[in-house]
Each structure stands twice: as C-alpha cells, then as structure tokens.
C-alpha cells in the first residue's frame, strides 16, 4: 500500500520562507497526482490553500505556492506569517477514484 | 455562499450504525463531487469516500463493506451510512467538495463519531 509521506514538523521563523514537501513511500510525485494542500488549526476545519499542484484557491494569499520539486509535490510559503502557524496536509489522487492524505506537517512559527 | 453542515454524530456502541448528513446549500450536490473526510482525535486527516456528480462511488479501503455514501437530491443532502461500527472509526467526520475529482474546496465545521461501549 502505497504512503504519502510529509515531514511531521518543521519551523520557521517569521518572515522566512519554509518549504513543505509530499512525496510517495513508492515512487515519485508528479502533476499526474494531482496534488492539494489544505491548513487546519486545531478545533477548526481544513481551509483549502492548492489545487493542481499550483492553483491558489479563491482568497489565497500569494504567499502560498505549490509545486513539483525533484520528485515531491512542495507548499512554499514565502514572509512566514504568527497565523501560518498550523497543520499541513498534502493530498494526492491516485486514480480510481481514490485520494490519499499525507500524514501532515506541524508548522511552528518562531 | 457555498456551505455544508453536517449531523448525525454522537456516541455508538461498537457493531452499531449511524447515518451521517451533510446538508447543502448554495450548490447542487449532484452536479459535484462530494466526500467524506476524517480525523481521528489528535490524528491526521484521511480521506473515507466520495459520490461523483455521476453517481460512482469510491471508498477507502478501511470502510469499504462498511460505509455506503448517498445523496437525496430533492433534500441536496449527502449521506454516510456507517454499520459495524468500530473503535477505530472514532473521529470527526467532515463533509466536502470539489468541483472536480481530485480536490477539496469547501468544508464544512464536522461532526463527532464516538464509538465506545
């Protein structure tokens, strides 16, 4: 069974710029995936932040980019802000109707 | 204004069922793609199961026989059957949507799945 896999933590410090990555147990990470990314901090529901491994959705600040690095879906944020300071989730289709969440990444902002 | 609200949730004992509802207003559920999501206490996010606007149905290899998703389009609800009903199944069930396959882009605020004797 295939593992999406995500740092567990990592930090920034404010106004920094962090990159988060997804990559696969197996493999390697391409658009054909599809990838998202989606905030959450604790008690609240996911926010949407990437589609398509580079779309902003609606409200998104530019902060936020996605990409393709190497062989792993990436979330860059850019100027680190106290409110980024939340859970990450990379989310990867893999067809069939299928998606898979990455484990998450805890962002801490200090 | 796109919104979900989810009910249902409470605390089951386990082999017991429990339908969930996900009440939808400012789109038509039919016309997208509608999932379930969870989130065990103090756990990361997992992905159970989504209809397509087609009426396929996919499901996650942990509730598949278990867990059946529907929707009511005269109610433009989704529903989550849940039947033999584990510990494991404990979590927070959120509903939401993409207007495509692949993504999420509405939320709604979750309801909590207890299940214990």
């Known amino acids: 069974q295939t593992v999406v896999t995500q740092e567990a933590s990592f930090s920034v410090s404010p106004g920094g710029t962090v990159t988060l990555t997804c990559g696969l147990s197996?493999?390697?990470?391409?658009?054909?995936?599809?990838p998202s990314w989606y905030q959450q901090t604790p008690g609240q529901a996911p926010r949407t932040l990437i589609y398509?491994?580079?779309t902003r959705s609606s409200g998104v600040p530019d902060r936020f980019s996605g990409s393709i690095l190497g062989n792993k879906a990436a979330l860059t944020i850019t100027g680190a802000q106290a409110d980024d300071e939340s859970d990450y989730y990379c989310?990867?289709?893999?067809?069939?109707?299928?998606?898979?969440f990455g484990g998450g990444t805890k962002l801490t902002v200090l | 204004e796109v919104q979900l609200v989810e009910s249902g949730g409470g605390l089951i004992q386990p082999g017991g069922s429990l339908r969930l509802s996900c009440a939808a207003s400012?789109?038509?559920?039919?016309?997208?793609?509608m999932s379930w999501v969870r989130q065990a206490p103090g756990k990361g996010l997992e992905w159970v199961s989504v209809?397509?606007?087609?009426?396929?149905?996919y499901y996650a290899d942990s509730v598949k026989g278990r867990f059946t998703i529907s929707r009511d389009m005269s109610k433009n609800t989704v529903y989550f059957r849940m039947n033999s009903l584990r510990a494991e199944d404990t979590a927070v069930y959120y509903c939401?949507?993409?207007?495509?396959?692949?993504?999420?882009?509405?939320w709604g605020q979750g309801t909590l799945v207890t299940v214990s004797s």
């Open positions: 209809i397509y606007s087609g009426g396929s149905t």
């Open positions: 398509s491994t580079n």
């Open positions: 939401a949507r993409g207007i495509r396959w692949d993504y999420f882009d509405y």
């Open positions: 197996s493999g390697s990470v391409s658009s054909g995936y599809y």
């Open positions: 400012g789109f038509t559920v039919s016309s997208d793609y």
């Open positions: 989310v990867l289709y893999m067809g069939s109707g299928i998606s898979v």
